[in-house]
C-alpha cells in the first residue's frame, strides 16, 4: 500500500526547508518514523541494538549520516540531542534532523532544552480526513480567519459510523485489522506501555494492575474535568487504603512524558473580560480508542449507552468519546494553522465551552460538541453567553456534530458535522 499523506506532512513541507533541526513527539505507533522518512535522505534507528550500542559508544557517529536525517526513537541515546544541537550551532541551515520520539526523556537527559536550535511538532493519530471517509468541505484555518463565511457541503456518516470511528483507533497500522485483531493489539499496546514502556521512563511499578485499573479510570473520565482524586477513588473502589494522590501524580507525568494521555488546558484569558474560570484540564487519552478498549466497549455496547463516565459533567461514554474524536480531528488541524486549544469551564459549572482555539493575537474560536444530528436554541446558550462577553474577540462559534450538513444558523452560529471538518 502507498503512504497515506498526514496533516504533518504539510507543516514538515512548510517548515523543514527553513529549520535546521525538528523533534516530532508523540506516541507509538501514531506514524511519525513512517512520515519522517517521507522528508529525508538518511536514517538513523536508535531502537536497533546494534545502532543504539555504537551511538553511546560515540554519539558523534549520528553525523556521518547522510542529511536530511532522520534519529529515530533518539531518546534511546539522550546525548544525540546535543550532538544535533550542536550541530545545529555550527550551521544553521535549513533542512538537516528530524528526531522522532515515542517518549520524553527527563529534563536532566541532555544537557540543553535546544531552544532556538530544534523545534518540535507534535504528531497525533489519524484525523477523520486523514482517514478518508469523507470529503471535507470546511476549513478550519479559515474559521480561524474569522470570516464567518457560508458553511457548505453534505456528509454521509452517521452516528454509527463515528462511533465505529471512534473504536477503529487513529494508529495507522491498526485501520487495516479485524475488529478481532484490533482489540488484540490496542490490549497489548496498553499492556506494553504499562509493563516496559513505564519502566524504561524510571517509573517502578510494582502492581502493573494498579495502573491499569487507574488508566482505566482515567478512560472513564475522557472529556471531563475530574479531579486526580475522583479518577484515584475510582480506580480504587471499595478500598480503604488507598495509594497515596502521589501516586496518581506519578502515573499522570509518566504516562504524559509518553504521549499517552493528551489533556486539554483549562483556557486563561488575558484581562477582565472572564471571571471565575476553572483551571482543571479536559482528560484525554491519545486515541479514542484506547479509553473505549480499556473500558471494554465497543461500538454497539457504546450506542447502547453502556459504560458510566466518571467526573462533573453529565453524558454518556459515547458522547464523551465523541467528544475526544472531535478533540483529535480539531487539535491536528489547529496546530498547522498555529493555535492553541483550550477548553472554558466557569467554577460552579454554570457555563463550558468544549473547545477554544486560540490566535496569537487572543482572539478565538469556540467550539462545542453535540452527539446530535439536528441542534435546537438550547444547544446554542454558552455560545451566545461567550459571545456577549468577547465581543469582536470572538472569531466565530460553531457547534461540531453529527448531521448531514453544514450551515450557519439565523443566529450565525455555524453547525458542522465531523466529517467535513478539514485543515
Keep these: 500500500m502507498g503512504y497515506t499523506r498526514r496533516v504533518l506532512d504539510d507543516e514538515l513541507d512548510e517548515l523543514f526547508g527553513q529549520v535546521p533541526a525538528i523533534a516530532i513527539d508523540g506516541p507509538k505507533g501514531v506514524g511519525k518514523t513512517t512520515?519522517?522518512?517521507?522528508?529525508?535522505?538518511?536514517?538513523?534507528?536508535?531502537?536497533?541494538?546494534?545502532?543504539?550500542?555504537?551511538?553511546?559508544?560515540?554519539?558523534?557517529?549520528?553525523?556521518?549520516?547522510?542529511?536530511?536525517?532522520?534519529?529515530?526513537?533518539?531518546?534511546?541515546?539522550?546525548?544525540?540531542?546535543?550532538?544535533v544541537r550542536r550541530a545545529v550551532d555550527a550551521d544553521p541551515s535549513g533542512g538537516q534532523f528530524l528526531l522522532a520520539g515515542s517518549a520524553s526523556p527527563s529534563?536532566?537527559?541532555?544537557?540543553?532544552?535546544?531552544?532556538?536550535?530544534?523545534?518540535?511538532?507534535?504528531?497525533?493519530?489519524?484525523?477523520?480526513?486523514e482517514r478518508g471517509l469523507a470529503e471535507p468541505t470546511v476549513s478550519l484555518a479559515a474559521l480561524l480567519a474569522g470570516r464567518?463565511?457560508?458553511?457548505?457541503?453534505?456528509?454521509?456518516?452517521?452516528?454509527?459510523?463515528?462511533?465505529?470511528?471512534i473504536v477503529a483507533s487513529g494508529f495507522p497500522a491498526m485501520r487495516s485489522l479485524s475488529a478481532r485483531a484490533r482489540r488484540f493489539q490496542l490490549d497489548s499496546y496498553l499492556?506494553?506501555?504499562?509493563?516496559?514502556?513505564?519502566?524504561?521512563?524510571?517509573?517502578a511499578v510494582r502492581k502493573p494492575e494498579s495502573m491499569l485499573a487507574w488508566l482505566r479510570a482515567y478512560a472513564a473520565a475522557t472529556a471531563t474535568t475530574a479531579s486526580y482524586s475522583q479518577i484515584l477513588d475510582a480506580a480504587t473502589p471499595g478500598q480503604a487504603d488507598k495509594p497515596a494522590r502521589s501516586t496518581s501524580i506519578a502515573y499522570r507525568d509518566v504516562l504524559t512524558s509518553l504521549w499517552l494521555i493528551d489533556p486539554v488546558p483549562a483556557w486563561a484569558p488575558g484581562g477582565n473580560l472572564l471571571t471565575r474560570l476553572g483551571q482543571a484540564p479536559k482528560h484525554h487519552l491519545a486515541d479514542p480508542a484506547l479509553a473505549a478498549r480499556l473500558l471494554g466497549l465497543g461500538s454497539d455496547t457504546l450506542l447502547e449507552g453502556d459504560g458510566t463516565p466518571v467526573g462533573p459533567q453529565a453524558g454518556t461514554?459515547?458522547?464523551?468519546?465523541?467528544?475526544?474524536?472531535?478533540?483529535?480531528?480539531?487539535?491536528?488541524?489547529?496546530?498547522?494553522?498555529?493555535?492553541?486549544?483550550?477548553?472554558?469551564?466557569?467554577?460552579?459549572?454554570?457555563?463550558?465551552?468544549?473547545?477554544?482555539?486560540?490566535?496569537?493575537?487572543?482572539?478565538?474560536?469556540?467550539?462545542?460538541?453535540?452527539?446530535?444530528?439536528?441542534?435546537t436554541d438550547q444547544d446554542t446558550k454558552h455560545l451566545h453567553w461567550l459571545t456577549d462577553r468577547l465581543g469582536g474577540r470572538l472569531l466565530d462559534a460553531i457547534i461540531i456534530n453529527t448531521g448531514p450538513h453544514a450551515y450557519r444558523r439565523r443566529d450565525g452560529i455555524g453547525v458542522i458535522p465531523l466529517g467535513l471538518l478539514t485543515t
Excluded at 191 to 203: H, I
Design 107 to 129: 529534563p536532566d537527559a541532555t544537557a540543553h532544552s535546544g531552544a532556538g536550535r530544534i523545534g518540535r511538532l507534535r504528531m497525533r493519530p489519524m484525523t477523520l480526513v
Design 317 to 375: 461514554m459515547l458522547g464523551h468519546l465523541f467528544e475526544s474524536l472531535v478533540t483529535l480531528c480539531v487539535r491536528v488541524p489547529s496546530q498547522a494553522a498555529e493555535a492553541q486549544v483550550a477548553h472554558l469551564r466557569t467554577r460552579n459549572g454554570d457555563h463550558e465551552i468544549d473547545l477554544v482555539l486560540v490566535r496569537d493575537d487572543g482572539r478565538v474560536l469556540a467550539i462545542e460538541v453535540k452527539l446530535a444530528t439536528t441542534i
Design 148 to 165: 464567518r463565511t457560508t458553511l457548505e457541503g453534505s456528509c454521509d456518516l452517521g452516528l454509527a459510523d463515528y462511533t465505529e470511528e
Design 35 to 83: 512520515t519522517a522518512e517521507q522528508h529525508v535522505r538518511g536514517l538513523l534507528r536508535l531502537d536497533s541494538r546494534a545502532n543504539r550500542t555504537a551511538v553511546e559508544a560515540d554519539p558523534e557517529l549520528a553525523l556521518r549520516r547522510a542529511r536530511p536525517l532522520l534519529i529515530d526513537e533518539w531518546q534511546k541515546v539522550p546525548e544525540v540531542w546535543d550532538v
Design 191 to 203: 499492556r506494553n506501555a504499562v509493563d516496559r514502556d513505564v519502566p524504561e521512563q524510571g517509573l
